[in-house]
């Protein structure tokens, strides 16, 4: 039997589950165990949906049966589903490590329900095909955010849970007035209709302008410069789970969104939109860089790899070439896993030293191996060093770069994978080499606990590098799809009849 | 503290009787003219804040003794439960189903998936709204 709605699954599967958990609020068991099993119930059915785009090509809903464009498109391509399996498994993992570290107070202020009803709207905002619903699921992951980052009430976290919800209203109304400009000009908001009426229309001044507008929305919840001030301070905040969610998933979404818009949408004024995507991708990994190196903090430390990051993978998009977009993709998976492996393993630090401060700490190799060294290796997959996880993506995108004639930018990017390491392994040369420091101490069993999650993540992210071989025919159908837009057109509007 | 709000009180008597016949009118007449649950459910939100004003939170908890954010969690499943009924027809997701049946009294009606939907949508809005009040404004 033909299933016509899996790709509607992987939204609406945590979605009711989140629910469900909204009516056992004072049970901390049912909230773990539902949490986790709407987590785990979420990557299944994603995994399903990813073997079936693999083996049949884009899979389209059109919702209530309003033919496309007038209906709501939900369109899973390569590029939506993997970030949707990639956002749901962190999801697992990081419930996983919340449950030994949360504290049961935090966990039962709607920490699981929440997290699960982000989980929804970043599933959503991966699968629609239509830019107003877009809207709609920035809005449901933002407000499920919003709970998540003043949970607990400390007052750092209101403070800064201020400042990150003044930024997205901010960014929200702009958003919709981006779209309404977008709307004006062509009439419609499917995101395939809207390929179509732009190609036709061809390159304009106005098109161009809203290019750039959308380019500012986005980048304020992507974090590129100079749009991402809000950013280290209001990540710093909220408990370590959950930055590890936001700093692996959040700023994703916004470059999930550049990328389809710049690929799918605005195509005909490369010349102008790309190269002011190129530059600001430059100017990300340069203040990105000049952050990560100057703080002794080891949450800003990694905090400000994400904004490196960002401009990497945006580099490859604006490159736009079919080699340089699917590095692209293969790095932004890449980043989610390993971003989530150094938040967690950083939370298993500060848990052992009581400290954020890298000067505060030290010796602590002697009685905690495993983290050491595979928080050695995790960052040697983040800098991108072969075979490990970086690397495939990072090369891809190089090779792109200078294939599009882009060379110092490419020296530039590849030369920012040096400031990465510097800056990750001091981490590992303060906290775990040198004279030891005192730190806590916890009890062994906590501290295994917490390292189970972190474990299985360190080798899921290794597998990732040292196996991309095998995964690389998907990631070549994500290029293809990506630069080709006429397929995603084809299977919206074309397949439906 | 207490001040002199005794037409307020006497008026809000009938007047809520009357926003909530009126809100359950709005909620059948949509889907084919406008209204709805959306609609209907701010209304009845909105009855429910007359009454707050009228009296306190006290009296409205008396009266209306529900745990307003299981409620919210009853309707948001409902909703679901009947859009997820596509995925039991394999239709795409949100499609919706009418037909025409006689009932007693009632006569031949017609019976949308929408509404089923919609009352999802009621008990949601009604729902959220009196959590958010009760946050606000409970522990005054």
Redesign the interface.
């Known amino acids: 039997?033909?299933?016509?709605?899996l790709v509607?699954l992987p939204i609406?599967v945590p979605?009711?589950i989140g629910?469900?958990l909204?009516?056992f609020?004072k049970s901390l068991l049912a909230q773990r165990a539902l949490g986790l099993f709407g987590a785990a119930a979420t990557l299944v059915v994603s995994l399903f949906l990813l073997a079936k785009v693999a083996e049949d090509g884009i899979q389209v809903?059109?919702?209530?049966?309003w033919a496309a464009p007038y209906g709501i498109s939900?369109v899973s391509d390569m590029l939506s589903i993997l970030l949707v399996a990639t956002a749901s498994l962190l999801t697992l993992l990081v419930l996983w490590y919340s449950v030994y570290s949360l504290g049961e107070k935090r966990e039962l202020s709607f920490f699981y329900p929440a997290t699960l009803f982000m989980l929804t709207g970043i599933n959503g905002a991966f699968t629609t095909g239509d830019i107003f619903n877009l809207f709609v699921f920035f809005e449901v992951f933002l407000m499920a955010s919003y709970v998540l980052i003043a949970l607990g009430g400390e007052r750092i976290q209101l403070r800064e849970s201020m400042k990150y919800i003044i930024v997205n209203v901010v960014a929200a109304a702009l958003f919709v007035i981006t779209i309404g400009y977008l709307y004006s000009i062509t009439g419609t908001l499917n995101m395939a209709d809207l390929a179509v009426k732009l190609g036709d229309i061809g390159s304009m001044g106005v098109i161009s302008t809203v290019a750039i507008m959308f380019l500012v929305v986005f980048g304020i919840k992507a974090g590129i410069f100079p749009l991402y001030f809000w950013l280290p301070g209001s990540y710093y905040a909220p408990p370590l789970p959950v930055l590890a969610l936001f700093g692996a998933l959040l700023t994703k979404v916004g470059i999930y969104s550049i990328t389809r818009v710049y690929t799918l949408i605005f195509t005909t004024d490369v010349a102008f939109t790309h190269d002011m995507l190129m530059m600001l991708a430059i100017a990300t990994i340069l203040f990105g860089s000049i952050g990560a190196l100057a703080y002794m903090d080891v949450k800003k430390i990694i905090i400000y790899n994400i904004v490196i990051a960002v401009g990497v993978i945006l580099f490859g998009v604006a490159a736009f070439n079919e080699v340089a977009v699917t590095g692209s993709v293969l790095y932004l998976i890449h980043d989610m896993l390993v971003k989530a492996l150094l938040f967690l393993m950083i939370g298993v630090l500060i848990f052992i030293t009581g400290k954020t401060n890298l000067r505060e700490m030290g010796g602590l190799i002697r009685h905690y191996p495993v983290l050491g060294w595979t928080y050695l290796v995790a960052v040697f997959a983040l800098a991108g060093i072969p075979p490990l996880s970086g690397f495939a993506g990072k090369i891809l995108i190089l090779q792109g770069g200078l294939e599009g004639g882009f060379v110092w930018q490419s020296i530039v990017v590849a030369l920012s994978t040096m400031v990465v390491l510097l800056s990750a392994i001091r981490i590992f040369i303060y906290a775990f080499w040198g004279a030891e420091k005192s730190f806590n101490s916890p009890p062994k069993a906590k501290y295994v606990n917490r390292m189970i999650p972190v474990v299985i993540l360190f080798v899921i992210t290794m597998g990732y590098g040292v196996f991309i071989e095998f995964l690389m025919p998907l990631f070549q159908a994500t290029g293809t799809q990506l630069m080709d837009s006429s397929l995603y057109i084809d299977a919206v509007l074309g397949g439906e009849k | 503290m207490k001040s002199n709000d005794l037409i307020l009180q006497t008026s809000t008597r009938v007047v809520f009787f009357i926003i909530f016949l009126f809100s359950i009118h709005i909620f059948f007449a949509g889907h084919y003219t406008p209204g709805g649950g959306f609609v209907g459910g701010l209304l009845m939100a909105s009855a429910i804040v007359l009454l707050l004003l009228a009296y306190d939170f006290k009296t409205v908890k008396e009266v209306l003794p529900f745990n307003y954010l299981g409620m919210t969690a009853i309707g948001m499943l409902i909703a679901l439960t009947t859009a997820a009924g596509s995925l039991v027809f394999n239709v795409p997701f949100f499609t919706h189903w009418y037909d025409y049946f006689d009932f007693p009294l009632l006569g031949k009606t017609s019976i949308h998936t929408a509404m089923f939907f919609d009352i999802g949508v009621y008990l949601v809005v009604v729902g959220i709204t009196l959590t958010i009040i009760e946050m606000i404004g409970g522990d005054s």
């Open positions: 039997m033909k299933l016509i709605n509607v609406i979605l009711f629910t469900v909204l009516l609020r809903v059109t919702l209530g049966s939900l």
